[in-house]
């Protein structure tokens, strides 16, 4: 069975840093679309970035990136110039293709600080 | 575009009653997803729907259950409530069944069972 971990339970940023949330997965399939959703205290998930796997290219949205590492299991967020309204609690998920579910990890709370 | 809706926001029932949530998806997607935020679990895929059947489900009694209508709104019942199904009920959609659809979410439901 898939799985997914974050191993960050807390991270904290500066405002107009970078940081980097980490994520890895296990799974024995070859095709697979992974995700970044983020919390805030709204409860509202909202999604941040999308990666298919059969894409080498690592997926971006604005000051959101991602570091996919196939061999690795491996798919890190990074947020650059991290702006006070990115504080929330941000969840790494995993699309398995045969159901559609979404399996998601135990998330990080990010803070930032001004 | 109106994203995905959820009602009602807040619902408090006492063990043993029944629940009933309600979402309404993204005008033109086909499919309904339900997950359970429960503390201490984290976010559990609970049901999938699409074109008005039940497509998939996860490791949940048949206590809980649900339904799509003809307009993809979906109903979320659960039966015999109990403690431990306190939680954030997030309903997500997407434009159909293929796994390469992006799921949204809408804002959720919150249950106590008092």
């Known amino acids: 069975a898939q799985t997914v971990t974050q191993s960050q339970p807390e991270m904290s940023v500066q405002e107009a840093e970078t940081v980097t949330l980490s994520c890895t997965y296990d799974?024995?399939?070859?095709?697979?679309?992974l995700f970044w959703y983020k919390q805030p205290p709204s409860r509202q998930m909202i999604l941040v970035i999308r990666?298919?796997?059969?894409?080498?290219q690592n997926a971006t949205e604005n000051r959101f990136s991602v570091n996919f590492q196939k061999a690795a299991k491996s798919f890190s967020l990074k947020i650059s110039d991290s702006q006070l309204g990115d504080a929330a609690m941000y969840f790494c998920?995993?699309?398995?293709?045969?159901?559609?579910?979404?399996?998601f990890g135990t998330g990080t709370l990010l803070a930032v600080q001004p | 575009e109106a994203g995905v809706t959820q009602s009602p926001t807040h619902l408090i029932k006492t063990r043993g009653q029944q629940a009933t949530l309600r979402c309404s998806p993204i005008s033109g997607h086909t499919s309904v997803y339900w997950y359970q935020q429960a503390l201490g679990l984290g976010l559990q895929f609970l049901l999938w729907y699409d074109e008005g059947e039940e497509r998939n489900r996860g490791n949940f009694p048949p206590r809980f259950s649900g339904r799509q209508f003809p307009n993809y709104s979906s109903e979320l019942n659960v039966n015999a409530l109990e403690l431990e199904d306190s939680a954030l009920y997030l309903c997500?959609?997407?434009?159909?069944?293929?796994?390469?659809?992006?799921?949204?979410f809408g804002p959720g439901t919150r249950l106590t069972v008092l």
């Open positions: 998920a995993y699309e398995e293709g045969a159901t559609n579910k979404l399996i």
């Open positions: 799974t024995s399939e070859s095709d697979y679309y």
């Open positions: 997500a959609s997407s434009p159909g069944e293929r796994s390469t659809d992006t799921q949204y």
């Open positions: 990666q298919e796997a059969y894409k080498q």
